[in-house]
């Protein structure tokens, strides 16, 4: 009996080590970031572009924008299809006799969960062959959005098919009792009820867009002018900590912009909560 | 002695893949009657009320045989839409919306085609009316209908199923989920309803069979369990003078 207790009691007190350990690994990751990075930024940091050369001097107005740029950018192509694509196979695809429709099916499926662990340079060297040269997109926002967009499209898929199979049957069969069609049923009662799962999604692919690197390093170009259009080149934010790390003497720069970073990803994480609870209320 | 129903099954069997859930139903539901489906578990009473509006459809695997005919007309000849504006159905659990009480009983009446917003209104208040809930719910139409009771939320789902203006309502165990008060009001508004609509019933609850209905059909399983009708007729004649040995055992309880 008392051993029981003993045995139950260091259990709980590895448990709460690790997550008191998780907590403050992340607390000083954080904290290193801004405290070191906090000192370089100022209005001024915001509003003006980086100098560009070997210095790092200047600020990442325009980072910010080519950020903003390629997240929207990638969105615009991601969620409809990644929504369409989850709706299909919760909704439609297993109601479809076709052998060939089936398998199909079977290969999305298989299809969707591989993309989702496949390294993010991948999608780069794909997008980098097929965007940037052979379609003469060049590095470009296009290019990135594209590129990106193979890389979210499975986030959105999971999560759009995670979203829709928690929404109970019952209000299916209601709505198809009533006499709505299958497309009505879908649009006017499950859609409305997954919503929190499926913005959930969008706003994780966004997060994604804003923290990645490697895949725009080799499809955005690193053009630290503010781009203009959707064929402008350009430096998200993230890219910028890379650049100023490696190739210039302003480590102090990359730590400021690495800060709005992290603070940008914990809004981003924010905005996923308040938006799930305002939502399910 | 019945009247010509408004619906009725011809020779109607059911499967699902390879296994035979009905075999050769043939029954006529009286109109503006209560007919109670009773039998024990998977004797396919379900299956059978899911027939008369294409709920089975959903199934993938269904098949059908023989005819089912709504309004005389075979329903698989008639739009499925159509049939199941005429055939309205009440499942086993409370299923409202997440949507407001008001949006749950517009629900149908929108789909359909209704936009007016008063003629909206009339006819959500008329359905909550006549599923005698209106009193319990008239001052907080906005508010979601999950604020409600189970009890309240099975006549929420009852008035979402008027709203349609239907001329059956199909209720599959309606009260098996709700509390003893709760299901006497269920079974009061049933009284009520037909006067306006033929209403079958799905029951496990032999004594709620008799207290609310005015026909019963006896379903049991044959040797390779599929659903077979064994008797159907004047609840009151069943019940006290069942014509087949098998309804007697079952109504006195000796299995099921």
């Avoid at chain 2, 059978?48 to 993938?60: A, C, G, K, V």
């Avoid at chain 2, 005819?67 to 659990?93: H, W």
């Avoid at chain 2, 008027?162 to 509390?179: C, G, K, N, Q």
Wanted: glycine share 8%; proline share 4%.
């Amino acid at each position: 009996m008392i051993q029981r207790k003993i045995k139950q009691n260091l259990a709980f007190s590895a448990m709460w080590l690790s997550c008191g350990l998780t907590v403050l690994i992340m607390l000083f990751v954080i904290g290193y970031v801004i405290i070191k990075g906090f000192g370089q930024i100022d209005l001024e940091f915001f509003l003006t572009p980086p100098r560009g050369g070997l210095s790092g001097e200047g600020g990442i107005s325009s980072t910010i924008v080519a950020t903003v740029y390629l997240v929207i950018t990638t969105l615009v192509f991601a969620t409809p299809l990644g929504v369409s694509a989850g709706i299909f196979l919760v909704e439609y695809a297993d109601n479809i006799k076709s052998r060939f429709v089936q398998k199909l099916v079977v290969f999305a499926r298989f299809g969707v969960e591989t993309l989702a662990g496949v390294p993010s340079i991948i999608f780069g060297l794909f997008g980098y062959a097929l965007f940037v040269t052979s379609l003469h997109f060049g590095f470009s926002i296009l290019s990135a959005a594209l590129a990106g967009t193979c890389l979210v499209i499975p986030v959105i898929i999971r999560t759009t098919e995670e979203a829709l199979k928690a929404v109970p049957n019952s209000y299916r069969e209601a709505s198809l009792a009533m006499g709505a069609g299958k497309w009505e049923t879908i649009w006017k009662v499950v859609l409305p009820s997954a919503i929190t799962g499926i913005s959930t999604g969008i706003v994780l692919s966004a997060g994604r867009i804003v923290s990645e690197t490697a895949i725009f390093y080799v499809t955005l170009g690193g053009s630290y002018r503010t781009p203009t259009s959707l064929m402008s080149s350009g430096r998200t934010m993230a890219l910028h900590v890379y650049y100023l790390a490696m190739e210039t003497r302003a480590f102090d720069k990359a730590l400021a912009t690495a800060a709005v970073l992290v603070l940008l990803i914990v809004l981003l994480n924010l905005v996923i909560n308040i938006v799930s609870r305002w939502l399910s209320a | 002695m019945t009247k010509e129903g408004v619906m009725k099954t011809i020779d109607y069997s059911l499967y699902y893949g390879d296994f035979k859930a009905l075999n050769g139903i043939t029954v006529n539901i009286p109109i503006n009657r209560i007919t109670a489906i009773i039998g024990p578990s998977g004797c396919g009473k379900s299956s059978l009320i899911r027939s008369f509006n294409r709920m089975n459809d959903l199934m993938s695997n269904s098949r059908t045989e023989g005819t089912i005919l709504v309004d005389g007309e075979d329903i698989y000849s008639q739009d499925v839409v159509r049939l199941r504006k005429k055939v309205g159905m009440v499942f086993q659990r409370p299923n409202p919306f997440p949507k407001s009480i008001f949006a749950n009983v517009a629900y149908g009446p929108r789909i359909h085609g209704i936009r007016d917003k008063s003629k909206l209104a009339a006819i959500v208040e008329n359905s909550i009316r006549d599923a005698a809930l209106w009193d319990e719910v008239k001052d907080d139409l906005g508010k979601s209908a999950f604020s409600l009771s189970g009890g309240q939320q099975q006549r929420l789902c009852i008035a979402r199923a008027l709203a349609v203006e239907p001329e059956v309502i199909l209720m599959d165990e309606p009260a098996s989920a709700l509390d003893p008060v709760a299901t006497l009001k269920i079974e009061e508004l049933m009284e009520k309803l037909k006067r306006k609509y033929t209403i079958v019933i799905v029951t496990h609850n032999m004594q709620q069979a008799a207290r609310v209905s005015d026909f019963t059909a006896f379903l049991l399983t044959d040797s390779e369990r599929a659903g077979n009708l064994i008797e159907f007729g004047p609840t009151i004649e069943m019940f006290t003078n069942p014509v087949d040995n098998r309804t007697e055992d079952y109504i006195s309880g000796r299995f099921g």
